[in-house]
Antibody, heavy 120, light 107 residues
């Protein structure tokens, strides 16, 4: 069964770039049946979709974050990545990766989540 | 963006109670509504998709209904493992958006 696992630094300095990776196991990231997404959760704003990508590189972003975010796929490593530039304290959140169908409908399964704190 | 509003934001209930949570969309989303359960320190878990379809492995005491702008999640007989936060998510248009969550607590 499909499993996802986030990894990356738990602390990022303000104005720097947040970088996370999601490793997929139990399935191929090159499958035509899947889109691979990033979401985050904060106590104040709740769950927020950041963006989703396909193995071919086709990617959708939340317009509210699009100018600062890039999601990419590495099929050789069966993982996909998130980069968010110019982070501030407002980007402090638990970041999740998740699978969805190409129609970007529901998210299942999710990774366990990783807390990223933006602080100097 | 489509705004999703859940009510109540929290509720207290006893084991065996029937619990209903409401989710309202800021515009019609047909039946493109999904429900998740989240326990402290864990990722959300998909319970119901397309308003009323039970995800595989989810107990039948969970059910969903609604279309258009108004949706409900019902837990037929609350069990100890059901105390958690429940969130709705619309998949009608991009970006997908979530409700703020309803926390179900033990009375």
């Amino acid at each position: 069964q499909l499993q996802l696992q986030e990894s990356g630094p738990g602390l990022v300095e303000p104005s720097e770039t947040l970088s996370l990776t999601c490793t997929v196991s139990g399935g191929s990231i090159s499958s035509s049946s899947h889109y691979w997404g990033w979401l985050r959760q904060t106590p104040g704003k709740g769950l927020e979709w950041i963006g989703s990508t396909y193995y071919s590189g086709n990617t959708y972003y939340n317009p509210s974050l699009k100018s600062r975010v890039k999601i990419s796929v590495d099929t050789s490593k069966n993982h996909f990545s998130l980069k968010m530039t110019s982070v501030t304290a407002a980007d402090t959140a638990v970041y999740y990766c998740a699978n969805s169908r190409p129609s970007l409908d529901w998210f299942d399964p999710w990774g366990q989540g990783t807390l990223v704190t933006v602080s100097s | 963006d489509i705004q999703m509003t859940q009510s109540p934001s929290s509720l207290s209930a006893s084991v065996g109670d029937r619990v209903t949570i409401t989710c309202r969309a800021s515009q019609s989303i047909a039946s493109d509504l999904n429900w998740y359960q989240q326990k402290p320190g864990k990722a959300p878990k998909l319970l119901i998709y397309v308003a009323s379809n039970l995800q595989s492995g989810v107990p039948s005491r969970f059910s969903g209904s609604g279309s258009g702008t108004d949706f409900t999640l019902t837990i037929g007989s609350l069990q100890p493992e059901d105390f958690a936060t429940y969130s709705c998510q619309q998949s009608y248009s991009t970006p997908p958006t979530f409700g703020q969550g309803t926390k179900v607590q033990i009375k």
